[in-house]
């Protein structure tokens, strides 16, 4: 049943090549078109153009026809390596059974591939490790294969050695994710049981919540139950990624989609939450995450007074989208009314600003 999905993401250092990676391997599975390709397809947010880096997680799916003969149905998703963002990296870790280890050539094993490696090895996932940018002009891939060797045990010859700029080797990696990435557990027939794994609003749909489905399947015609929140709802469309939002109306096991809830705030659908049919037997839900700590900390006021309510509804929509940032009413003598907001770091309150 599950033999032919293998769900995975990429982990890496900032400017280590994840979202190259990530496009050569959309092209080299035809998932989009030549016409269609620009750089960084999967960081869709102007603020992750203009800076050069990966924010949110987001998701796509592949077909991948192997050496094998068999096509099968690759789920990647694509997680940020800044070390504000380490959040959505361990959210995003949960959905997968493996992971690319990637490391530039010429810089080595750094602090956040090495941070992120652990989470991955906490979420008991397959490593399989990738040198990237071996023709630039100051490579050492030998060295490389070295350290990384001596942190995972991967014997030196066995790792992979790519350009994911130029796009040499890049058919290598999917056959090792086919080859070393075990296929999804779970139970087609069961309870459907699905953890939202991240969200985002449109003002259409309402909140679209990002699921990897465990159990079971879910359709579009059934009403849907959130257990931690204990919300009802009938889903506006059941879809997958494809990059862009596909609507399919049905979720098996194993499967990575998305859910357009319909739902209008954030309280009602919660990161890290169980979805499941509404039915009197509800199942046992399935582990959630940590609350994220918060390691800096601001105040926002609005210029004008008036304002108050308009800012606290921004606040509210950016939390839809960023479940790590927290935020408190706050007085001050001097500035009136306004919020004390708490962030994982500076560079994640610069995104927010």
Not at 86 to 91: A, C, D, I, Q, W
Not at 163 to 166: L, P, Q, R, T
Not at 240 to 256: H, I, M
């Given at each position: 049943m599950f033999n032919h999905i293998r769900n995975f993401c990429i982990i890496a250092?900032?400017?280590?090549?994840?979202?190259?990676?990530?496009?050569?391997?959309?092209?080299?599975?035809?998932?989009i078109s030549d016409r269609d390709m620009t750089n960084q397809v999967l960081d869709s947010m102007d603020l992750e153009r203009e800076k050069g880096v990966t924010i949110k997680a987001?998701?796509?799916?592949?077909?991948?026809?192997?050496?094998?003969g068999n096509t099968?149905?690759?789920?990647?998703?694509?997680?940020?390596?800044?070390?504000?963002?380490?959040?959505?990296?361990?959210?995003?870790?949960?959905?997968?059974?493996?992971a690319l280890l990637v490391v530039d050539a010429s810089q080595g094993m750094?602090?956040?591939?090495?941070?992120?490696?652990?989470?991955?090895?906490?979420?008991?996932?397959?490593?399989?490790?990738?040198?990237?940018?071996i023709d630039m002009i100051s490579a050492q891939p030998d060295q490389v294969a070295e350290e990384i060797s001596n942190l995972i045990g991967t014997p030196p010859e066995e790792i992979l050695r790519i350009?994911?700029?130029?796009g040499s080797n890049v058919l290598a990696v999917l056959e090792a994710v086919v080859k070393q990435v075990p296929p999804p557990k779970g139970d087609a027939?069961?309870?459907?049981?699905?953890?939202?794994?991240?969200?985002?609003?449109?003002?259409?749909?309402?909140?679209?919540?990002?699921?990897?489905?465990?159990?079971?399947?879910?359709?579009?015609?059934?009403?849907l139950h959130m257990m931690a929140t204990g919300v009802d709802f009938r889903p506006v469309e059941i879809g997958?990624?494809?990059?862009?939002?596909?609507?399919?109306?049905?979720?098996?096991?194993?499967?990575?989609g998305y859910i357009a809830t319909g739902l209008k705030t954030v309280s009602e659908s919660r990161v890290g939450d169980t979805v499941t049919l509404k039915s009197k037997q509800l199942p046992k839900a399935l582990p959630g995450y940590k609350e994220a700590k918060p390691m800096v900390f601001a105040g926002i006021y609005p210029v004008d007074g008036e304002d108050y309510n308009d800012l606290k509804e921004a606040l509210e929509k950016l939390q839809l989208n960023d479940a790590s940032l927290i935020f408190e009413p706050e007085t001050s003598q001097a500035l009136n009314f306004g919020f004390r907001c708490g962030f994982l770091g500076m560079f994640h309150m610069e995104i927010i600003q």
């Open positions: 250092h900032i400017d280590h090549g994840k979202s190259t990676l990530a496009d050569r391997m959309l092209q080299v599975t035809h998932t987001s998701a796509v799916r592949m077909n991948y026809t192997a050496e094998d099968y149905q690759l789920n990647l998703i694509d997680t940020p390596g800044h070390v504000d963002f380490g959040y959505e990296v361990s959210r995003a870790l949960n959905a997968c059974e493996g750094e602090a956040q591939t090495i941070a992120n490696l652990y989470l991955a090895l906490e979420a008991d996932l397959e490593i399989i490790p990738v040198i990237n940018k350009s994911a700029k130029e027939e069961g309870i459907p049981r699905a953890l939202v794994f991240d969200s985002h609003y449109d003002s259409f749909k309402g909140v679209v919540a990002y699921v990897r489905m465990v159990d079971g399947k879910l359709e579009k015609t059934e009403d997958v990624f494809a990059p862009q939002l596909k609507p399919t109306g049905v979720l098996r096991a194993g499967e990575v």
